[in-house]
């Protein structure tokens, strides 16, 4: 089996601005990126791809094969999926609480198909043991795409569900979950630019700087 990674660096996360600069934004990404390719090579997984529109010097260490693709999200992803034909894990690049036994279990599943959810419909993980003939359609509710996709294939579907994988850092609030529950190099850099304070109904975000 193989994994692939969809990843943009480039003025990444623009959600994140009103904490990180352009530049502290592009950093954490990429550190985001690889505590999930070590969460993925500790599971067992060899084969791994990243799925981008350019090829990143910085991340030549990483051991991983780069596919160079302009096109959007849906696109590039489907036509990566024409190409290949094994089981294709699909994780993206900003899931930095991924633990290697979430993987393990994911990847061992008896269903066709397994779907982990992101926030707000989304679409975090999706493993495919036949990915031939199945398109995705990320954005707008892709989770609720992906499981109608899925149906209509006549596949079996497991909905995995984690706390830990569906929490995908676009947010300054998100990086509250990295603080209390991370780990690796997204962990460190985080502890680096923040800490957290107690409010009276939730944990907050406070800049170091």
Known sequence: ???????????AKSRLSP?????????????????VV????EAGVKDIDILTTSEYSSLSDLGVNFVLDPADLNESINKYLGRVDQPILIIMADLPLTR???VKNIISSEEDVVIVPGKGGGTNV????????????????????????????????????????????????????????????SFEYAKEKFELESGRARVKLTSLH
């Open 100 to 102: 290697p036994e979430q």
């Open 1 to 11: 089996m193989r994994a692939v990674i969809p990843y943009k660096k480039e003025n």
């Open 38 to 41: 070590c969460s993925l090579k």
């Open 126 to 185: 999706l493993f495919l043991k036949e990915p031939a003939g199945f398109h995705v359609r990320y954005y707008e509710m892709s989770f609720h795409n992906h499981c109608m996709i899925a149906k209509d294939m006549h596949y079996s579907l497991r909905i995995y569900d984690s706390f830990l994988l569906s929490t995908d850092i676009d947010e300054p609030h998100d990086i509250v979950e990295i603080l209390l529950h991370g780990h690796g190099l």
């Open 19 to 35: 904490v990180l600069s352009r530049i502290e934004r592009e950093q954490f990404v990429e550190l985001m990126l690889r505590d």
